[in-house]
């Protein structure tokens, strides 16, 4: 069972509390046009090992935010799938797993806990009256109470904001595909976009396409993998790409690299856009050698921004890019990643 009414709100952040206690949860004050909201940001896990993985990302581009900007302030529900507004760590290329890193809540000393890490984004989009605030996870509420933490009436909030998927024991029930929770402010002052990715140690980064569970015949990647055939994370890269050609109709070209010091057989290992269409891919790629593959017509790079998905054999992602609208503008370019 899946989250029942996952969805994004876009609000004005106004106040925050740090989180404390035994289930502590870092909580953000927002108001839209009409509502006032509490977004509550898991900061510690109820399983071992308890501190969460994030990443946050400063300079955060991808086509996502084309879509996020033209927003009403509120409560969108989202549809869970590709080519729109939902949030999926594994499936939209959003991050590297590799990047994330394990943080405790609270420790002695400034900047150096994931209260603090996230708090310097909400204090400084608190302190911006252009900046704006999407919370991606599950509501709850109108309540009968006032809110306990912030005491507006009725109360109301978001939650579940981390990756929703991979799941171990009673968690289960949450998982599915394209509802993945997180924070991503926009600065247009600055014109900035800044991603904030949690994740549990606990949940897993392979999973079914369909449920969102664990595969649990694959190995998971330990959190500062080296890939091997067996956990083929980052084994071939996506190098480049050009998605905007003076060729009419346009011959669109990826470019692998193969990473490591083996060859590596590509029969049945296919290229993915957005809305799930493949190219197959054969032979074998030598060690360290790169190869330009032509991707059309199987698969379009939409000059509206995108992303590119890398599958082996297995089915596994093996690596995955994104790029924006403004990035593919200039027909010609070939983009690095």
């Known amino acids: ?17 740090l989180g404390t206690g035994s289930n502590p949860h870092y909580q ?14 898991n900061v510690k896990s109820q399983l071992a090992p308890s501190e969460l993985q ?33 949030l999926d760590y594994i ?4 991050l590297d797993f590799a990047d994330m890193t394990a943080l405790p809540f609270n420790l002695p000393g400034p900047d150096n806990d994931l ?61 599915g595909v394209w509802q993945d929770g997180g924070l991503i402010l926009r600065f247009p002052g600055q014109d900035q976009w800044v991603a904030i ?33 067996d956990r083929p994370d980052g084994l071939v890269r996506i190098l480049a790409a050009q998605v905007n050609t003076m060729t009419s109709p346009e011959d669109e070209t990826v470019i692998l690299l193969n990473t490591s010091p083996q060859p590596i057989d590509l029969n ?22 790169p190869r330009v593959v032509h991707v059309r017509p199987e698969v379009e790079l939409s000059n509206k921004g995108g992303i590119i998905s890398l599958i082996n054999a297995q089915g596994l992602k093996v ?9 593919a503008r200039e027909p010609g370019w070939t983009l690095v990643f």
Do not use: C
């Open 197 to 229: 990715f949690l994740k549990f140690q606990s949940q897993a980064i392979h999973t079914d396409d369909v449920t969102g569970h664990r595969l649990t015949d694959v190995p998971q990647p330990p959190p500062t993998p080296t890939p091997t055939p």
């Open 28 to 41: 953000i004050l927002a108001v839209d046009d009409q509502e006032r909201w509490r977004i509550a940001v």
């Open 115 to 175: 209260n603090e890490r996230i708090d310097q984004y909400i204090q400084r989009a608190m302190a911006d009256e252009q900046a704006w605030l999407y919370a991606f996870g599950e509501p709850w509420g109108p309540e009968s109470v006032r809110d306990k933490i912030f005491g507006f009436s009725p109360g109301r909030g978001v939650h579940d904001i981390h990756m929703n998927q991979g799941n171990s024991g009673s968690f289960i029930k949450d998982d």
């Open 1 to 17: 069972m899946s989250l029942a009414n996952y969805g994004v709100l876009k609000a004005r952040p106004v106040d925050r509390r």
């Open 91 to 94: 499936r939209g290329n959003l």
């Open 54 to 86: 994030y990443l946050i990302v400063p300079q955060f581009r991808h086509a996502l935010t084309d879509l996020l900007e033209p927003l009403e302030p509120g409560w969108h529900r989202l549809p869970s799938g590709p080519a729109g507004t939902a």
């Open 319 to 327: 690596h995955g890019v994104s790029y924006t609208r403004d990035q």
């Open 268 to 289: 049945g290992w296919s290229l993915a856009d957005s809305r799930k269409n493949r190219k197959t891919l054969t032979g074998s790629l030598p060690p360290g050698e």
